[in-house]
């Protein structure tokens, strides 16, 4: 049997995945393609969709702008992507189109796979930031049993409304001036925003003045791979963690919601930083 795989999204020539995925098929022995749909914001989507739907297509992941839009077009939704409210990867299960949202728990999983200590920990944990990809770690932590989970960001109704997406274990919400002043309170700094994304290298969210030399900081923002904010965290004394690996399990939990296959990352992490840096 040969696979169909796909991405929509808008603009996606430059995406990543299919050389993540075509890794894939190549760890597990399969035949197929993973192509790039790009859907523009003129096009009627849902006759889109339905293009897909008669390609028979196994699965396909989803991103901006249409990770919420999606939600409409699928038969069923799985209970991560209802927590979050959008969707990263869809599965079509004999034509039952089901989504899910590999986001916040690839991101889990990266982060335990670099820090294994951190599962035995009760740690407390700061994001920064109350956006989409806030929402998705948020609930990949707090599902995956880390129970302080606290949110920093400049609009506070923002954070707010993420909290009430979990109800389990604690969560402050704060400023970003307040997270700069009681930053040697938390064990991992998690930076979920845009800020300090190429072409703005030299801006960060905050400042780390107080950041606790034994932390692990973590930035999702991959290009560039150092950002300011990890370079500061790091001449702190403090572990870090790149954003480009949050890419490579999330695509990998998608693929295995598509094939039952497991594959291992091994060296692709550094394969890919090459080609992020190169
Ligand atoms: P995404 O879905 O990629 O996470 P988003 O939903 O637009 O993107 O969220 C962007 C996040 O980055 C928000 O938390 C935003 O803060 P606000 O909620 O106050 O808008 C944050 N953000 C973006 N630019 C920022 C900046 N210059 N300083 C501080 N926070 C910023």
């Known amino acids: 049997m040969s696979y169909l ?6 603009p996606i020539k430059h995406s990543l995945s299919p050389w993540i995925h075509q890794q ?5 022995n399969i035949i197929g393609e993973y192509n790039l749909f790009e859907i523009n914001l003129e096009t009627d989507f849902k006759n889109e969709i339905n293009k897909l739907r008669q390609k ?3 699965g396909f992941n989803v991103t901006v ?21 959008a969707v990263n990867t869809v599965l079509n299960s004999n034509g039952k189109l089901i989504g899910y949202n590999t986001d916040g728990l690839g991101y889990v999983k990266s982060l335990e796979g670099a820090y294994p200590a951190i599962k035995n920990k009760e740690l407390n944990i700061l994001l920064l930031g109350a956006g989409g990809a806030a929402r998705g770690i ?3 932590l707090k599902s995956s049993g880390y129970l302080n989970v606290d949110i920093a960001n400049r609009t506070l109704e923002k954070a707010e409304e993420i909290k009430h997406t ?4 604690m969560t402050n919400v704060l400023t970003l001036n307040e997270a700069e002043q009681v930053l040697d309170r938390y064990d991992i700094v998690i930076q979920t925003t845009s800020v300090g994304m190429k072409p703005n290298i030299d801006t960060q969210i905050i400042s780390l003045d107080k950041l606790k030399s034994t932390a692990i900081i973590s930035d999702i923002v991959y290009q560039p791979i150092m950002t300011q904010f990890l370079k500061e965290g790091k001449k702190r004394g403090a ?3 790149k954003g480009h ?20 990352i091994g060296n692709m992490s550094l394969k890919l930083q090459t080609i992020l840096e190169g």
């Open 239 to 241: 572990s870090i963690h």
């Open 245 to 264: 690996t949050m890419l490579l399990y999330q695509a990998e939990l998608a693929f295995n919601i598509w094939t039952e296959k497991q594959v291992e």
């Open 166 to 169: 979990n109800i389990s274990g």
């Open 24 to 28: 894939f098929m190549e760890k597990a």
């Open 65 to 85: 702008p249409y990770k919420e839009t999606i939600i409409n077009e699928l038969d069923e939704l799985d209970e991560q992507a209802q927590k979050i409210g």
């Open 138 to 140: 948020y609930n990949g």
């Open 56 to 58: 028979n297509i196994n």
């Open 5 to 10: 795989f796909g991405l929509i999204g808008y």
